[in-house]
């Protein structure tokens, strides 16, 4: 069975210090990764996706991703309390359905 | 202009009652689907569907049905519904095509269903 996992947090950090956002899946197939940031009472919404080994920058956001070791991550520098939300890891593979881990909860304190 | 749209919002029911929730994308997507959405916040997919096929995660009760009019549309029906059905049930929408697993996903904004 395909999984994806996540630390479910909740996670803390002050503001102005570096998130760091684990997620490992299982399914060496899979060709993409998606990191979704969910508000409470809110859908979820897409920050960034990656396909290639390697860091992928947007802004204050940096999504990493090991292939090898079935290893994606989402750093989020200078962190501010806007950022205080779920954010859910998603996989997919040519074809297939996306597959979300549990997600882990981020606070921010200011 | 909204792209993935969802009605009701809010739907409030007795147990043993048939519902249904319905679901517009206006993106030109091919591929819908139906997310549940728990207290714990997991989000588990029930279906997607394209106009070739149609993936029913096999833990769903056969009490959940999706309907789908068109390409731009699919609609949730629920018979006979329990406690446990209350969650948060999201409609998404994607472009699979020939395969690309680049493309992502749309939500809508969720229908909070609480099954009295």
């Known amino acids: 069975q395909k999984e994806v996992e996540q630390n479910s947090g909740p996670l803390s950090v002050p503001e102005g210090a570096i998130a760091s956002l684990n997620c490992t899946y299982s399914?060496?197939?899979?060709?993409?990764f998606f990191w979704y940031r969910q508000y409470s009472g809110k859908s979820p919404e897409l920050i960034m996706f990656?396909?290639?080994?390697g860091d992928k920058e947007d802004g204050r956001f940096t999504a990493q991703l090991n292939k090898a070791s079935q290893y994606v991550s989402l750093l989020i520098r200078d962190s501010q309390p806007s950022d205080s939300a779920t954010y859910l890891c998603?996989?997919?593979?040519?074809?297939?359905?996306?597959?979300f881990g549990p997600g882990t909860r981020l606070s921010v304190l200011p | 202009d909204t792209a993935v749209s969802q009605t009701p919002k809010y739907l409030v029911t007795q147990m043993g009652n048939d519902k249904s929730i319905k679901c517009e994308q206006n993106l030109g997507h091919d591929t819908m689907y139906w997310y549940k959405q728990d207290s714990k916040k997991f989000l588990k997919i029930m279906f997607s569907y394209n106009n070739k096929e149609l993936i029913i995660n096999e833990t769903v009760p056969n009490r959940f049905s999706p309907k789908s009019p068109d390409k731009a549309h699919l609609n949730l029906h629920i018979n006979s519904l329990e406690l446990g059905d209350s969650a948060v049930y999201f409609c998404?929408?994607?472009?699979?095509?020939?395969?690309?697993?680049?493309?992502?996903?749309?939500f809508g904004p969720g229908t909070r269903l609480t099954v009295l």
């Open positions: 399914d060496r197939g899979s060709q993409s």
């Open positions: 990656i396909y290639s080994n």
């Open positions: 998603a996989v997919r593979n040519y074809g297939q359905n996306f597959v």
């Open positions: 998404a929408s994607s472009l699979i095509g020939a395969g690309d697993p680049y493309n992502e996903q749309f």
